[in-house]
Structure formats: C-alpha cells, structure tokens
Antibody, heavy 120, light 107 residues
Framework: EVQLLESGGGLVQPGESLRLSCTAS????????MSWVRQAPGKGLEWVSG????????YYGDSVKGWFTISRDNSKNTLYLQTNILRAEDTAVYYC?????????????WGRGTLVTVSS | DIHMTQSPTSLSASVGDRVTITCRAS??????LNWYQQKPGKAPKLLIY???NLQSGVPSRFSGSASGTDFTLTISSLQPEDFASYYC?????????FGQGTKVEIE
C-alpha cells in the first residue's frame, strides 16, 4: 500500500527540540522529492521544507530557516524534520508529503500528520 | 517569495451550484499552480496539478484554468461531499507557498 506515516510529535516546552519522522511505503522513495507542510490550529496550510530525492538539495520556508533541518535516509525510506528552539507559534499538525513528479513539487501523497504542541 | 492571494475566503453554496475559487500569484508562475481539498481533521488531497491536470480519481466536475497570474478552480455542480476547504499552491519556486484557503459551506 502506498502511504506515508508520520511520528515524533508531542508536547514540548518553548526552546526544546523535537525530531519528526515520516516512513514511506509502496513507492520508490529515493525517486521523489519530499516536503513537510504544517497547519496551526484553525489556520491554513504552510509549506515548511522540502528535500530532493537524493537528499542533496534542501529548501526551507522563511519562518523556519535556520531553526529546522530536513533530511532523509533512503535506505530506511524515511524522511526527517529536526525542529530546534521551538516556539509557541510552531504549534501545528505537521504533514509529510510526496512530490508528484521528479520535475515538479505538487504534493500527490500526504500522511495523516503528527501534532506538535509547544507550551509551558 | 511568491505570494498567493486566494478569494473568496469563504462562500456558501447549495448542492448543484457552480462554484468558482480564484488564486492570484504575485508574479509569473507559468502553469505551476496546484489545488488541494481538505476536510476537517483530514490531510489535504491533491485535486488538480499544473493548472488544469486532474489528479487520478478526482471527479470530472472539478476543473482548473488560468489567465496570466490568475488561476481558477471550478466545481461545475457542487456535491455534498465537496463541502470542504480548498487551497492553491504554487510550485514554481521555493518556498512553495499556499494561498490562505477558501472554505465552501452549505447555504
């Protein structure tokens, strides 16, 4: 079955870190770019970060550049997002998503999401 | 960064209505515009990619078009399962920004 499964979310205090994971199955993981997209409670979608299929090229949104790090382990079919120095405004459901093409970054497969809550 | 302005923010419509949602890019994005549907508590779902290509399994009542930097999602005859939020996204250049969303509600 083609699917993405996120894990690693939870409740953390401001300033703490968290590593999110996304395990892929059912497709050739290393052939496609991957992205993280987040959604704060009651808000819209915010694209956070992306990484090429090889892992050589990474991309970040302005709000997380310098704080978050995206990576992937193609031998484990797993995508990661290291989130550092978390702030209340980082509270959101974090989705991982697969690029639909090797030449485009529309997102054709999404996980169910993992909730990150930053609160003291 | 490319800013995507989506309108309206919300709309009320009835089953069978024709519904149009617009997304305007702050600069040229060629045809790199995609549409997603999201229902409460669920992950987004790709509807249309590259302006007008219907994702596999998506009903043909959904369609997309463009005029310059203005992009349109049209639902030809609204069905009960179409009441949801809709988002546009540009995939022309990073960061691949989303519009703020349009919530389609029952009138």
């Amino acid at each position: 079955e083609v699917q993405l499964l996120e894990s690693g979310g939870g409740l953390v205090q401001p300033g703490e870190s968290l590593r999110l994971s996304c395990t892929a199955s059912g497709f050739s993981f290393s052939s496609f770019g991957m992205s993280w997209v987040r959604q704060a409670p009651g808000k819209g979608l915010e694209w956070v970060s992306g990484i090429s299929g090889s892992g050589e090229t990474t991309y970040y949104g302005d709000s997380v550049k310098g704080w978050f790090t995206i990576s992937r382990d193609n031998s484990k079919n797993t995508l990661y997002l290291q989130t550092n120095i978390l702030r209340a405004e980082d509270t959101a459901v974090y989705y991982c998503a697969k690029a639909g093409s090797t030449r485009d970054w529309y997102l054709d497969l999404w996980g169910r999401g993992t909730l990150v809550t930053v609160s003291s | 960064d490319i800013h995507m302005t989506q309108s309206p923010t919300s709309l009320s419509a009835s089953v069978g209505d024709r519904v149009t949602i617009t997304c305007r890019a702050s600069q040229s994005i060629s045809t790199y515009l995609n549409w997603y549907q999201q229902k409460p508590g669920k992950a987004p779902k790709l509807l249309i990619y590259t302006t007008s290509n219907l994702q596999s399994g998506v009903p043909s009542r959904f369609s997309g078009s463009a005029s310059g930097t203005d992009f349109t999602l049209t639902i030809s005859s609204l069905q009960p399962e179409d009441f949801a939020s809709y988002y546009c996204q540009q995939s022309y250049s990073s960061p691949w920004t989303f519009g703020q969303g349009t919530k389609v509600e029952i009138e």
